[in-house]
Every structure is written in C-alpha cells, then in structure tokens.
C-alpha cells in the first residue's frame, strides 16, 4: 500500500533557522497533507496540496510537491520553539480517497 | 462547531481483559471515522475505518474490532488484550473523501501489563 516516508527521521536546529522535511511515497496520489503532532497529543493537520498544485504556502509554512518525483517537501520558515514536534505526511490512494496513510514522522527539535 | 470526543485519555488494562474505546464526533453528518495506532515515536498505523453506519473496513488483521452503532459514534473493541495491543489509539473524522484533511481526537494510551 502507499505510504508516505518522511526524511530526515529526527532534525535539530536553532531557533530562527528554517527546517525543511521531506516526504517520498510510491503509488499516484489525489493529494497529500502535512500533520503536526505535539508529544502525546492528537494530530493537528497543516496544509493540504493536490496532486495538481506544485507549491502552497500557509503562514510560516511551504509545501512543494513534484509528482514526478513522488515527493513533497515541508518548509518551516523562522522556527520557534514552539514548534517542536514531530511532523508526518500522509497520502491517500487514487483508488481510494476514503482513507490517508501516514509515514513514520519527523522528530523535530527547535533550539533555544 | 465540529468537535471530536475520544476518552479516556489514559488506560491501563491486564493481559486478557476486554477493551472498549469510544469516539463521538459533534457537529457533522454522516462523517468517515478512523481508528490509527501510534507505536511509541513511530508512525500512524491505519487500524479500522468506516464510511457509514455498520460500514467496517479492516485493514491489519488483529485482536481489535470496530464498530459503528451511531452515525457519529466509532467504538474500538477487543475481547481478550495482549500485550502487543499498548499503544497510543486515535480517532479521527472527515468529511467523504480526506480532501479536507483528517480532524483526530486528543488520543488514548493504553498499557497492557
């Protein structure tokens, strides 16, 4: 089944620096998403891009996507420490839309 | 405003015991529910979803069963918990297709000692 493989696993940087995540998945997509995870809480979703749209931004946050490639990428401009977390992409099936999978996150950690 | 209820936050269960988790959505009709478990510090893995009322689909073979007795109410269910069921379990809804994105409940983390 498809599945969203984010890179690096863990990623750590100062505050103030940006923080750019990838996402590599292996079936044709409808769209992808981004998911933000505090530690021990539900997850919260970012920003959405479909399989159609190359680039979006929202607020401090860019989400580029090359289908050719199978790829997304998520930018954090101006990292703060408030968000550290751990950050997942999730893809659904072109068959299926009814359902998202999830890769196995990003862990990242904002210096002070 | 939609909101998602899932309790309890915390649960810890002895080996054999049955297990019941339940979400609520508020706000919506006829929503996509969604069970996932969360290993520790990995990834999310698709458990049950359900497209509409007694609607299951199962995607990992298990000890767990789902069931949808309400439009708005998804219920994880287990007769007999093994240790390999611990866990961080959450539940999420969409509107018909995940074009909108997923909204999840805050999560329970079950032990199973």
């Known amino acids: 089944s498809q599945q969203g493989e984010e890179d690096p696993q863990a990623l750590s940087i100062q505050e103030g620096e940006n923080a750019t995540m990838n996402c590599s998945y292996k079936t044709s997509i409808n769209n992808l998403q981004w998911y933000r995870q505090n530690s021990g809480r539900g997850l919260v979703h970012l920003i959405l891009?479909?399989?159609?749209?190359r680039e979006k931004h929202s607020g401090r946050l860019r989400v580029t996507l090359d289908t050719s490639k199978k790829s997304s990428s998520l930018l954090i401009t101006a990292s703060r420490a408030a968000d550290t977390a751990s950050y997942f992409c999730?893809?659904?099936?072109?068959?299926?839309?009814?359902?998202?999978?999830f890769g196995s996150g990003t862990r990242l950690s904002i210096r002070p | 405003s939609q909101t998602i209820h899932q309790w309890p936050a915390t649960l810890v269960q002895p080996v054999g015991s049955p297990l019941s988790l339940e979400c609520t959505v508020e706000g919506t009709s006829n929503p996509n529910l969604y069970w996932y478990r969360q290993a520790a510090g990995r990834g999310l893995q698709l458990l049950f979803y359900?497209?509409?009322?007694?609607?299951i689909s199962s995607e990992v073979p298990q000890n767990l069963s789902a069931s949808r007795p309400q439009d708005r109410q998804f219920i994880l269910s287990s007769k007999k918990l093994l240790l390999s069921d611990s866990g961080f379990y959450l539940c999420?809804?969409?509107?018909?297709?995940?074009?909108?994105?997923?909204?999840f409940g805050s999560g329970t983390r079950l032990t199973v000692v």
């Open positions: 999730a893809t659904d099936g072109y068959s299926s839309a009814s359902k998202i999978i």
């Open positions: 891009i479909r399989s159609n749209e």
């Open positions: 999420a809804w969409s509107v018909g297709t995940a074009n909108y994105g997923y909204t």
């Open positions: 359900s497209v509409g009322i007694g609607q």
